[in-house]
Nanobody
Framework: QVQLVESGGGLVQAGGSLRLSCAASGNMLRIVTMGWHRQAPGKQRELVASITTGGRTNYADSVKGRFTISRDNAKNTVYLQMNSLKPEDTAVYYC????????????WGQGTQVTVSS
C-alpha cells in the first residue's frame, strides 16, 4: 500500500505561483508513474502532469510551459511547480501514483485546493 499526502495549495492572484508537494509513504517498489490531476467544479478530472520512475515527463497542453513536475527520490516526494497561474487553473489538485503503465492510477491523495483570483 502507498499513502499520499498533498500540501501547498491556497489562494493566489492570477500570474502568481504555487508549489504543490506530495509526500509518499509505504511500499514504493511497484510504482511506475506519479501524476498530478485536477478537478474543477462541474468538470471532469484531468491529468495535468506525470513523471515516470525513469524521469520522463508529460503535460496537458493547457499547462505546458507553465507547470513543472519533479520528484525527490530521497524524500519520496513529488512536486508540481505552477507558474503564471490563471483563473482557469482553479481546481482541487490530486496526487496519484500507479503501478502499471496500462492501468488507471490506483493510489490517490486527499486533494488540495488551488484558487486563482482574477
Amino acid at each position: 500500500q502507498v499513502q499520499l499526502v498533498e500540501s501547498g495549495g491556497g489562494l493566489v492572484q492570477a500570474g502568481g505561483s504555487l508549489r504543490l508537494s506530495c509526500a509518499a509513504s509505504g511500499n514504493m517498489l511497484r510504482i511506475v508513474t506519479m501524476g498530478w490531476h485536477r478537478q474543477a467544479p462541474g468538470k471532469q478530472r484531468e491529468l495535468v502532469a506525470s513523471i515516470t520512475t525513469g524521469g520522463r515527463t508529460n503535460y496537458a497542453d493547457s499547462v505546458k510551459g507553465r507547470f513543472t513536475i519533479s520528484r525527490d527520490n530521497a524524500k519520496n516526494t513529488v512536486y508540481l511547480q505552477m507558474n503564471s497561474l490563471k483563473p482557469e487553473d482553479t481546481a482541487v489538485y490530486y496526487c496519484a501514483f500507479r503501478t502499471s503503465m496500462l492501468s488507471d492510477y490506483n493510489y490517490w491523495g486527499q486533494g488540495t485546493q488551488v484558487t486563482v483570483s482574477s
